[in-house]
């Protein structure tokens, strides 16, 4: 235990605000956590690198799931069925709740939410690649909830037992929620595969659009060189992420193909095998320009997709406006009893 106030028992929260010097002390209590697989909480005095990496990571995930409610709230007015209707309302709206656990597991961090919505808008922050692309047909809101929110488990399952305390709590809730947007994506494509020739075709072009943005997802190729892997080396040491990208994405592979086959669907990748010798199925190669294209704003929707975030947020101007004045008003109230 290092002879400081800071840390657990210790009532004084450390925020980016507070931070007093970083001392060897203070270092060597965050790694016996971390070696620990303890969880490290908002009290913990934490190295910088670590606090940025999570506020940049949170902040995009964050940012994905309010993005994210765009490619499928476009389908809402056109669902086949009131029940479906209902469930794509539902579904959506979990987005909406996910987007608000990872602001406040970021505020945690001493950032505030304006600020990180300010990045989003002004372009400084991301959102994942996947939701760049458009939503076509009755299909896409099928093909989304198997690949994209399949996808989105595969990657934060692990996130659980992330080391940062708020984060790892707020994804067993959303991991969760996702599963079932999973299986409700794959029922919307079981019934189009027992439907008519035009459904069966509809599933198949959707497929054939969604596969290779859902393989992005995990994020760039591991190079397997820590200098050049991205953030990926420090992340896994931090205990933030437990897989690499490429494992990650083979264990998708390795956990899809065999649902497509049930559909009846061929998935567009002419060098998809199973390898006996290895126990995974083999993929083709994915086209990283496209993937760094759509990232760096270039995507068929990101401009569609920003206007309508940046309109959205400034059309609520006048909420925020009202909740501020309403507790203005009753901590002016509050502190008048106060006095009297
Ligand atoms: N899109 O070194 P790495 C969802 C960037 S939620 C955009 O591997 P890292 C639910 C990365 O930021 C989907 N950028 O980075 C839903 C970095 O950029 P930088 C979101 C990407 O952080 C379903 C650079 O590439 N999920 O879908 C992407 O260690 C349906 C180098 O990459 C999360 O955010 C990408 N796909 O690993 C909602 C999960 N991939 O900062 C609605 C949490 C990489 O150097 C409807 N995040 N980049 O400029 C993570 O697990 C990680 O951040 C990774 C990236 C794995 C995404």
């Not at 995507?299 to 406006?321: F, I, K, T």
């Amino acid at each position: 235990m290092y002879g400081n106030d800071f840390g657990p028992g210790s009532d004084t929260p450390l925020n980016a605000t507070e931070t007093p010097d970083y001392t060897d002390a203070l270092q060597e209590y965050f790694d016996g956590l971390i070696a620990d697989d303890s969880r490290i909480e908002p009290r913990d005095a934490m190295p910088d690198g670590y606090r940025a990496t999570l506020i940049r990571q949170i902040a995009q995930h964050a940012h994905s799931e309010i993005i994210g409610m765009q490619p499928e709230g476009n389908f809402i007015t056109r669902a086949p069925s009131l029940r479906r209707k209902a469930i794509l309302m539902a579904k959506v709206q979990d987005e909406a709740g996910h987007g608000l656990y990872l602001y406040s597991a970021a505020e945690t961090l001493g950032v505030d939410r304006s600020e990180l919505l300010d990045k989003l808008h002004n372009g400084k922050q991301k959102y994942s690649s996947i939701f760049n692309y458009p939503t076509l047909t009755w299909a896409d809101m099928g093909t989304i909830g198997w690949l994209v929110d399949g996808a989105a488990i595969m990657n934060q399952v692990p996130l659980c037992r992330c080391s940062y305390g708020p984060y790892a709590r707020a994804m067993i809730r959303v991991c969760k929620e996702e599963s079932f947007h999973q299986r409700q994506g794959y029922e919307i494509l079981w019934t189009l595969s027992k439907g008519t020739v035009e459904q069966q075709a509809m599933l198949q072009d959707a497929a054939n659009r969604w596969w290779w943005p859902a393989l992005m997802m995990f994020g760039p190729p591991d190079s397997g060189d820590a200098a050049t892997d991205g953030h990926t080396a420090q992340n896994m040491a931090w205990g933030i992420k437990r897989f690499s990208n490429d494992d990650l994405r083979q264990k998708f592979v390795d956990m899809t193909v065999p649902q497509a086959i049930k559909l009846g669907i061929t998935l567009p990748d002419p060098d998809l095998r199973w390898d006996e010798e290895r126990g995974h199925w083999d993929f083709g190669e994915i086209d990283w320009d496209e993937f760094w294209r759509v990232i760096k704003g270039d995507g068929p929707c990101n401009a569609q997709r920003m206007a309508l975030r940046v309109g959205s947020h400034e059309d609520g101007a006048w909420v925020r406006e009202a909740a501020v004045a309403y507790a203005d008003k009753v901590a002016a109230r509050e502190s008048a009893g106060a006095v009297a």
